[in-house]
């Protein structure tokens, strides 16, 4: 990208500085456990170039009674894409002010911007600060930080709707876990749950496409082939798409970013050999993560599933970046596609340290399919489950799961009922997650090669991708996907009974959220029974 680098001297924007009026959902607090931080080889953090995603308003709303049950005719996403006369205003104000745009998207009405990282700023109404703080995985790292609210020149005023990238802290953490070498467990292949999960037998994934998000890390094809011939089967084709700059990048930690990268590549890929696999590389920013995912959505030909094992407690996120994810869902469930996103390993709580429930994000977003986890025994030969209940060691290895403060209660959720301890169940005051699970106890865990090791693994990451084969699966049979699931697999559901194509899970709790029959907040609807499931899926969109 040295279309910019002309601008690298810009320190504040050319000319006068602009009107400026407040961009809502743009506030941020500050980093966790933070401290200044100097980069070396840069002077300053203003000059320091950078590119930033800038999202516009759709050029006309999408109607929520036309996102149900697969690909919709008339209502693609590029007819609600950004405008030509919205690009180019913004295209031509952020270039009168010394900015460059590198690129524009109509579809995901995205426009990448690049410029010194004081300009960007300024034009934004912010001030950029490197600091050095504690990521959502808990390790340190230094980035951009900003606080408070942004700002965007006046003439943009409701056209603009979310600037993301500035403050570049990561924004999610990977959903897995090793299993502990104290604790004696039992492990399965993808191959043992297909059978317990009664996944149709007469489905391989053919002519479909998963695409997987990741936030780092990558993989390695030689383990991909030793992996999958030990499993007896020939493997799926697997693509690595860069976004933002972000590439397969496999390191030596197979409990690092490749862990994620290689158990989700594993699932899916077992599970759906002969669907095609596009892993989309991106950025663990705000930025990042919601390219990728809008990338994907829009990609051609569009996936029959989005698979997401990142995530992040919801009040964590800004409300702009919230509402583009969930805007980039919306199109993927307008071209067919269904995300499935894991609904968090660290209980009720979502690792938060202030004592009260969160819902993990982009899970708790409504048009994404979040996946809790369970504890599973079962016979891997014969299919046959001895017990599977709620996925609960601790608070920091167990399923997530709870009520969302975020989103309100979707329609096709407003039968449901929440138990949480000894309060009397009650319709959930906001979007209750999650809405399905599998297995996800490590310590019940997958069978996975990473980074040349057998390792097992366990948490809702290894769920999404489950989940995900499953509908490319069913997505096969049926002849298109599903965009958004929900209204189909909780049509006719009624509270504290099961639904069809579920086995219900009824026994365990997650910290504040009990399982209870029927629906609940710790694994939904229950676990699937994949020859029901596709049945029960079939009547409910038809």
């Known amino acids: 990208m040295n279309s910019h680098s002309s601008h690298s001297s810009h320190a504040s924007p050319a000319g006068d500085p602009p009107d400026r009026v407040p961009l809502p959902g743009s506030e941020r607090g500050p980093a966790p456990d933070r401290s200044a ?9 203003d000059e320091e170039q950078v590119e930033i995603s800038v999202y516009l308003r759709r050029s ?13 005719k008339g209502a693609r996403p590029a007819s609600h894409g950004a405008s030509a006369k919205d690009i180019d205003l913004v295209t031509t104000t952020l270039t009168e002010l010394g900015a460059v745009v590198v690129d524009a998207n109509p579809a995901t009405r995205c426009l990448r911007v690049a410029g010194t990282a004081g300009l960007l700023a300024e034009i934004f109404g912010t001030r950029l600060e490197r600091v050095t703080s504690v990521a959502p995985n808990r390790e340190a790292v230094t980035h951009r930080q900003r606080t408070g609210g942004l700002s965007v020149p006046a003439a943009l005023d409701g056209v603009v709707t979310a600037v993301l990238g500035l403050d570049d802290r990561p924004a999610a953490r990977p959903h897995f876990h090793v299993a502990p070498k104290a604790a004696a467990g039992v492990s399965y292949t993808p191959l043992d749950l297909a059978r317990i999960y009664k996944f149709p037998a007469d489905t391989d994934g053919t002519g479909q496409v998963i695409a997987i998000i990741e936030l780092g890390g990558g993989f390695v094809q ?3 082939d030793v992996y999958f011939a030990d499993l007896g089967i020939e493997g799926p084709t697997v693509i690595a798409i860069g976004v933002d700059g972000a590439a397969n990048a496999p390191g030596s930690d197979p409990k690092g970013a490749d862990g994620e990268v290689m158990l989700d590549i594993e ?12 892993v989309y590389f991106a950025p663990n920013t705000d930025a990042g993560f919601v390219d990728a995912v809008a990338r994907a959505a829009h990609d051609t030909p569009t996936p029959a599933s989005i698979s997401i094992s990142w995530g992040q407690n919801e009040d964590e996120w800004t409300a702009q970046a919230r509402a583009e994810m969930d805007n980039a869902f919306v ?12 609904a968090g390993d660290n209980g009720s709580a979502d690792a938060a340290s202030d004592g009260k429930n969160h819902a993990d994000f982009p899970a708790s977003s409504p048009h994404a399919l979040a996946c809790g986890g369970t504890r599973l025994m079962a016979d891997p030969a014969t299919g046959k489950v001895r017990s599977e209940t709620v996925w609960n060691h601790s608070a920091k290895s167990a399923t997530g799961g709870g009520v969302s403060d975020a989103f309100p209660l979707p329609p096709w959720q407003q039968q449901v009922t929440v138990s949480s301890g000894a309060e009397p169940s ?3 005051g906001g979007r209750g997650v999650p809405d399905v699970a599998a297995v996800a106890d490590p310590r019940t865990g997958y069978r996975v090669r990473v980074d040349g090791k057998d390792v097992v693994f366990g ?15 069913l997505a096969q049979q049926q002849g298109h996907g599903f965009g958004l699931l929900q209204p189909a697999i909780y049509a006719r559901v009624e509270a504290g009974l099961a639904a ?37 899926i079939v009547i409910a969109i038809h």
């Open 37 to 45: 931080a100097a980069r070396p080889g840069v002077r300053t953090i």
């Open 60 to 72: 006309r709303p999408v109607p929520e009674d036309k996102l149900p049950g697969g690909p919709q």
């Open 222 to 224: 030689a383990d991909l």
């Open 267 to 278: 699932v899916a890929g077992a599970l759906a050999p002969r669907a095609a696999l596009k």
């Open 331 to 342: 199109d993927a469930t307008l071209l067919g596609a269904t995300a499935t996103a894991a």
């Open 426 to 428: 009650a319709v959930p």
């Open 459 to 473: 948490g809702t990451s290894a769920v999404s991708p489950l989940w995900a084969a499953l509908l490319a699966r």
């Open 500 to 536: 069809s194509g579920f086995r219900d899970i009824k026994r365990g709790n997650n910290g504040t959220y009990r399982a209870t029959a029927g629906w609940d907040a710790c694994t939904g609807l229950g676990v699937p029974d994949g020859l029901a499931l596709q049945a029960a």
